[in-house]
């Protein structure tokens, strides 16, 4: 029922991306959506899919399963289309009833579908590619310098982990509430949206209430463990980087020096 | 009348590259007032086989007729097969969700659009039939012990009336004490109301007490389906699957190896006891 969003779940699979250092992920990501908000020119975004295809392909995760993930995000990236197709001034080019399509509004448009659709991917790329516990242990080392600021770096990587871990969890577990309510009558696909709504009630309770359990459980399960926080705290499987996260760091900056390159010697120019 | 299913399949996740095969050309009839216990291994196609008795899941391929009907006929009622055929959950208790206990067991015949003092009516028999005291139904479910919440969820499912009762491991997680009143509790149900029972569960001792009839699963494939006794004679291919007979089965083998002339059919403790007794009075003469 709910289980096909592909959006945030990890594809296993054994790749050159998969095996790199949570921490070159994130940063390449960061670098990915730079590179795609440096300018509007189709020779710039014709180097961010090139980019972006040879990462995929190096990812070994299959195209059509990222795309799945673009399912979620449909009605934002048509919306966001249409507005700037024919709310943009500029030089008209069309008159349809009382809406007019301009040049710059069909760059606009198509530019803004490329942005979302690339920054989604992207971004998925990344999940796709490393587990939950992987990335937040990357996030964790990767900001410790904020530690400085007294800001609680290893709490909230913590909070962030637990909180990926139980999604698959409170996932499985509402489709079994769902069915359990299902064989005792209970409707959700028909009626109003207020019967709707109301009908989710017999659902949502437990769902809390097993939320809660689920969160009792676990805190005690850490605090027999003797977990107090981040002090002290060594890790089973330290984050070091090898020799192909120092490449992939070179490929990176390489790749956001020549785009920025790229986007100088155009100027302002869109082909 | 009764339900017929006629080789169903059910393919998980198809073309997702996790595909899971869960049944494989299942068929069986289920008649009217059996007892049958269904027994398998963890991930042998148990749950998602009850969950195709009343169209919850719909299988890949394959037909299931419930008094005749298809029930996968597109003009075909499913809230009133789901009615027909109670299905109570692995920890049913999970399910609970009002206020008080009264109101949760009224959930399901108020989905049936009936009027009220119908509702009502049936709700109080239905906590009668699972024998909670009279003084806890106006009490939040939540404030109960285990195996009074779990009784409570089944009657949630019995208020609607179903020809077919269906319970997934109704005794996971309780005490020896909590697993009798509520085994017992079915039985009675089964014997005062005449209704069909499917039992499922991984304890052979559980199944041997009170089933008349048994299917065995196996990697979504049913594997035995005959009486009680017949199965456990098959003691060595269950344990090939990751199961045992009854222990009692095991002691009466090893007593007749010992040349005590004993029945070693016999499943529960009960015939086992009379078996011993005769045979050891038989010894003395």
């Known amino acids: 029922m709910i289980r096909d969003i592909t959006f945030g779940q990890y594809y296993q699979t054994d790749s050159v991306i998969h095996k790199l250092d949570p921490r070159v992920k994130l940063m390449g990501t960061l670098v990915f959506i730079i590179s795609l908000f440096l300018g509007k020119s189709v020779w710039l975004y014709l180097g961010v899919t090139i980019f972006l295809a040879a990462v995929i392909r190096a990812s070994k995760v299959p195209l059509k399963f990222i795309v799945k993930g673009l399912k979620a995000v449909l009605v934002l990236i048509i919306f966001s289309a249409a507005f700037n197709l024919f709310l ?16 710059e509004g069909v760059y606009q448009a198509v530019f803004m579908v490329v942005r979302l659709i690339y920054l989604i991917m992207g971004t998925s790329i990344m999940t796709l590619t490393t587990t939950p516990n992987h990335l937040t242990d990357g996030l964790e080392k990767g900001l410790g310098f904020l530690r400085v600021i007294r800001v609680p770096v290893h709490e909230i990587a913590m909070m962030m982990s637990i909180a990926l871990r139980f999604i698959p969890i409170l996932v499985e577990e509402t489709d079994k509430i769902m069915k359990a309510q299902m064989a005792r009558g209970a409707d959700f696909e028909s009626g109003s949206l207020l019967k709707r709504a109301k009908a989710m009630v017999p659902v949502l309770v437990p769902l809390f209430i097993s939320a809660f359990r689920r969160a009792n459980d676990l805190a005690m399960a850490m605090e027999a463990r003797c977990y107090h926080g981040s002090e002290g705290r060594t890790k089973m499987k330290p984050l070091k980087y090898s020799r192909t996260d120092k490449a992939a760091y070179a490929i990176l900056f390489a790749y956001l020096g020549a785009m920025i390159a790229l986007c100088a010697a155009l100027g302002g120019r869109i082909v | 009348m009764a339900i017929i299913v006629d080789k169903i399949s059910y393919t998980y996740e198809i073309g997702t590259g996790f595909e899971h095969k869960a049944l494989q050309q299942v068929s069986c009839v289920i008649g009217d007032g059996e007892f049958i216990g269904l027994i398998g291994h963890t991930g042998s196609g148990k749950s998602t086989f009850i969950q195709h008795l009343n169209g919850l899941v719909h299988a890949t391929s394959g037909q299931i007729y419930y008094n005749g009907e298809d029930i996968y006929d597109k003009d075909y009622d499913m809230k009133q097969l789901r009615s027909k055929v109670g299905l109570v959950f692995q920890y049913p208790e999970h399910q609970l969700f009002e206020t008080d206990i009264f109101k949760d067991v009224c959930f399901g015949p108020k989905n049936l659009g009936l009027s009220k ?7 109080f028999e239905a906590l009668r039939l699972v024998g909670l005291e009279e003084n806890l139904y106006y009490q939040s479910p939540f404030d109960l012990s285990g195996g009074q919440k779990r009784r409570v969820a089944i009657a949630g499912v019995l208020a609607m009336k179903p020809e077919v009762l269906i319970l ?9 004490k909590g697993r009798d009143d509520i085994l017992s509790c079915v039985k009675r149900l089964h014997d005062e109301t005449g209704i069909t029972v499917i039992l499922v569960s991984h304890s052979m001792e559980d199944v041997a007490n009170y089933v008349s009839r048994i299917m065995v699963m196996n990697d979504g494939v049913l594997v035995f389906d005959d009486a009680p006794k017949e199965i456990f004679a098959h003691y060595r291919e269950l ?5 045992a007979a009854p222990q009692v089965t095991y002691i009466m083998r090893d007593l007749k190896k010992a040349g005590l002339d004993v029945d070693t059919s016999a499943i529960t403790i009960a015939e086992a006891k009379d078996s011993i007794l005769a045979a050891l009075r038989a010894a003395k003469e």
């Open chain 1, 88 to 103: 943009t001034a500029g030089e008209p080019l069309v008159h349809i009833w009382k809406l007019t399509i301009t040049k």
């Open chain 2, 117 to 123: 003092k119908e509702v009502e009516l049936r709700a």
């Open chain 2, 168 to 176: 997934d491991e109704p005794t996971a997680g309780l005490d020896p």
């Open chain 2, 239 to 243: 344990e090939k699957i990751g199961l």
